[in-house]
């Protein structure tokens, strides 16, 4: 079936721009989180999804950052005035609710700020 | 106490070797530990992945090796082959339903061939 995708594949924004990633999850699965990876270094978790609300934002770094997924499947990230540290491989993942499973990750959105 | 270190950060295996890659944690809450393979331009995809009551499991050429006492996992690749070349990624997460993953800085391998 398919796996996780995410649009753009690459998005090129000047500094106080506002920008928004897409991701579409595995259809079934409930639980969505997105990670940030900076160059030569892990993922960095921002913000966790069940169902339609986020139950764990903490990962998120300051408040230009906000994701949203109204009907449960579909999620966008939304970044406000983006500065070029926000430059980074925004990455989601979907899993099934279980106690404890495999996350699937998408390709990731390449995002540049200049 | 949330943190995943990993190591070496790269290594150089010739085909056939073996490679390692070792992770240590901290916090004891944690009970699920993932390994996961990226090549570049592309997400990490999962490999493996062993939770605190097992000491090893396998899955064909890979191995995860785990010593709850020292809060250490490795990975081990049999027989490595150039297209194993990639980086190489080390989680854990905690008890409970969708925990988010704290992830390592990652292993880039290189197998030559």
């Known amino acids: 079936g398919a796996g996780v995708s995410q649009t753009p594949s690459n998005k090129v924004t000047e500094k106080g721009k506002y920008v928004e990633l897409r991701c579409d999850p595995i259809?079934?699965?409930?639980?969505l989180y997105w990670y940030r990876q900076s160059l030569g270094q892990g993922p960095e978790f921002l913000i966790y999804?069940?169902?339609?609300?986020?139950?764990?934002d903490s990962g998120l770094p300051n408040d230009r950052f906000f994701a949203v997924r109204p009907e449960g499947s579909v999620s966008t990230l939304k970044i406000q005035r983006t500065e070029r540290g926000d430059s980074a491989v925004y990455l989601c993942?979907?899993?099934?609710?279980?106690?404890?499973?495999?996350?699937?990750f998408g390709p990731g959105t390449r995002l540049l700020v200049l | 106490q949330q943190q995943v270190k990993q190591s070496p950060q790269s290594l150089i295996v010739q085909k056939g070797g073996i490679s390692i890659i070792n992770c240590a944690y901290e916090n004891t809450a944690f009970d699920y530990f993932p390994w996961y393979q990226q090549f570049p331009g592309k997400g990490p995809a999962l490999l493996i992945a062993?939770?605190?009551?097992?000491s090893e499991k396998k899955e064909g050429r890979f191995t995860i090796s785990f010593n709850k006492s020292a809060k250490q996992f490795s990975l081990h690749i049999m027989d490595s082959q150039p297209g194993d070349s990639a980086t190489y990624f080390c989680?854990?997460?905690?008890?409970?339903?969708?925990?988010?993953?704290?992830f390592g800085p990652g292993t880039r391998l290189s197998v030559l061939p």
């Open positions: 259809s079934g699965h409930t639980a």
């Open positions: 999804f069940q169902g339609t609300g986020a139950a764990d």
């Open positions: 062993i939770r605190p009551d097992v």
């Open positions: 989680a854990a997460s905690r008890g409970g339903y969708g925990q988010n993953f704290v």
């Open positions: 993942a979907s899993s099934a609710y279980t106690v404890q499973g495999p996350q699937y």
